[in-house]
């Protein structure tokens, strides 16, 4: 599989589950702007058949390198971001995965169990980024208590392995050029945005500026019945050049730790 159709897989697989992606990209190309995207973002757990090293192998095998770490020591995960050896157009890819020996037993025999339970098979191919709950359909009342712990163990447990968000490109804007716009013209259309840690996080002093809406809330069948949780969001990043002139190619723990949270309960 060429670079660009794990590209179109991941869009369409994240456009198709999140009803607000697509309306949003449409309205911001009705504007005239030209779209690109700066990062795409998956959440994992640290065991070593499905960790960070393990998502970032089909990127790896086609020119990305890792490039920064970041650690959420109150989320209990940590995070790798990985870019284009050759093309800078190319869009960064951040991974994170959850530091389960940090939580309780409960959450560790949990996600050790869902993954004994999966076609181990699937671990080792390249499409396991589109794969989803390869262990079958959830249990509300599991998925419920692991949110009580960790909102991100929920999230895995619900949705497995895809996208957790795309970042729109806000420097490639010509109109929508401060995340002040784009934020107030989202929330005229009623999209409600993340403002944990303040609805822009980041700055220009800090190089880089980030905001989401909060993650569509979707229909998703447990063995219990059909629940509506939060899923994927949309985010819109906008970088500042340094001292040399060079944009900041980076992330910023505190800001990225507050995006985290755009896949909370509201």
Not at 33 to 44: G, L, P
Not at 168 to 197: A, H
Request: a neutral charge.
């Amino acid at each position: 599989m060429e670079l660009h159709q794990i590209y179109n897989q991941l869009w369409q697989d994240y456009t198709q589950q999140n009803p607000s992606v697509e309306k949003i990209y449409n309205l911001f190309l009705n504007e005239g702007e030209t779209i690109n995207h700066d990062h795409i973002a998956f959440r994992s757990f640290n065991d070593p058949r499905v960790n960070i090293d393990v998502i970032a192998k089909p990127f790896v095998e086609r020119g990305y390198e890792a490039r920064g770490e970041y650690h959420f020591t109150k989320k209990k995960a940590y995070a790798q971001h990985f870019e284009h050896k050759t093309d800078p157009n190319a869009p960064r890819i951040f991974i994170s995965h959850l530091l389960t020996e940090q939580l309780s037993d409960f959450v560790q025999e949990t996600v050790a169990s869902i993954l004994n339970r999966a076609p181990q098979k699937q671990f080792k191919s390249e499409e396991l980024i589109f794969s989803k709950t390869l262990w079958g359909k959830p249990k509300y009342q599991i998925y419920k208590k692991l949110l009580k712990e960790s909102e991100y163990a929920a999230w895995m447990y619900a949705f497995g392995f895809r996208v957790n968000h795309f970042a729109m490109k806000v420097n490639d804007f010509k109109k929508f050029t401060e995340l002040e716009k784009i934020n107030d013209r989202l929330k005229s259309e009623g999209w409600k945005m993340n403002q944990s840690g303040g609805e822009i996080k980041g700055s220009k002093e800090q190089l880089l500026e980030q905001s989401s809406i909060m993650a569509d809330k979707i229909d998703v069948v447990f063995e219990e019945g059909t629940y509506q949780i939060p899923a994927c969001y949309y985010e819109f990043t906008k970088r500042y050049p340094d001292k040399e002139g060079n944009l900041f190619s980076g992330f910023i723990t505190k800001s990225a730790d507050k995006i985290f949270e755009s896949t909370n309960q509201y």
